[in-house]
């Protein structure tokens, strides 16, 4: 699990959204306040596990005196109908929980299991599948966690972890070769430069200079093929661009070190995972 410390104020967050200025009117309004529940979390549809620990830590912030019992672990493949975790304790905490755990869990989950679905379309490969900043704001961390468990790698997690010099970036720097000088002069030994390239000729200007990655953006399998013959390991290669999981596996087969994917963050499904009172 990513650290509590970074996690916590996350679902914090949270909880305030949902439970507003006077919290849980409607449980406080029906359920007595004496009232107790045993409760299960189920998963309504088959994929892989993400955010569980988010999830319980929603329940453990209302009230730490709940029994929680943790059924299955964050990365595991779930079936549908089975029970990921139970919850017991007071009613209140369990129903004003309910559905920021949810959120947390079935984003998650969605984010890994499409991870996992591209993973498996080009296992075989050397490529893996990264994702990038397109990410909810305020999830990133766990959406990135969500990745990583769903059998992907994390790109940047922020502007300042590494240089990516882009299309725009290249423009107003007046060209290739200016960019990469003024990128190297104001980097840090330790922090990679890569850059964006849409042509072959963009590439070979690239290399020249020097490089530790190039990302190959919107190009044909057929190119990506010259492009990676061209870089011959000279610097790690990624490929970028509207890549799908029919795609996806003709992408890899061009030899590329790394498939990059906004969806899997920014568009992927949520997995339907449920609460339910157990009688």
């Known amino acids: ?85 139970r919850i ?15 959120n947390l869990l079935s984003r998650m989950s969605g984010v890994a299991t499409a991870t996992r679905a591209l993973a498996d379309a080009i296992a075989g490969y050397k490529a893996k599948i990264v994702c990038t900043r397109k990410t909810t704001p305020g999830l990133r961390v766990l ?20 240089i990516l010099i882009k299309d725009n970036h290249i423009a107003l720097a007046g060209g ?16 990679k430069i890569e850059l964006e390239v849409d042509t072959l000729d963009q590439l070979a200007e690239a290399l020249e200079a020097g490089v530790d990655a190039v990302l190959l953006d919107n190009m044909t399998p057929e190119t990506l093929r010259h492009a990676v013959a061209m870089v011959d390991g000279r610097a790690v290669t990624e490929a970028s661009g509207r890549i799908t999981l029919e795609t996806a596996p003709a992408v890899a087969a061009t030899g590329v070190d790394l498939i990059s994917c906004g969806w899997i963050t920014h568009s992927a499904p949520i997995l339907d995972l449920g609460l339910d009172i157990v009688e």
């Open 176 to 191: 290739v070769c200016a960019a990469l000088e003024r990128a190297r002069r104001h980097a840090g030994h330790l922090v």
């Open 143 to 162: 959406e990135k966690e969500a990745v990583r468990l769903g059998g992907g790698a994390n790109h940047r997690f922020g502007l300042d972890d590494a």
């Open 1 to 85: 699990m990513t650290l509590r410390l970074i996690v916590e104020p996350i679902v914090r967050a949270a909880l305030l959204e949902d439970l507003g200025r006077a919290g849980d009117i409607t449980t406080e309004a029906v359920v007595p306040a004496e009232a107790t529940v045993e409760a299960v979390i189920v998963a309504r549809q088959p994929g892989v596990l993400a955010g569980l620990d988010a999830a319980l830590l929603a329940f453990e912030l209302l009230d730490p005196g709940l029994q929680i019992d943790r059924r299955r672990a964050d990365g595991e493949r779930i079936s549908r109908g089975e029970t990921v975790a």
């Open 88 to 102: 017991g304790g007071r009613a209140h905490a369990v129903l004003g929980a309910e559905r920021t755990a949810l």
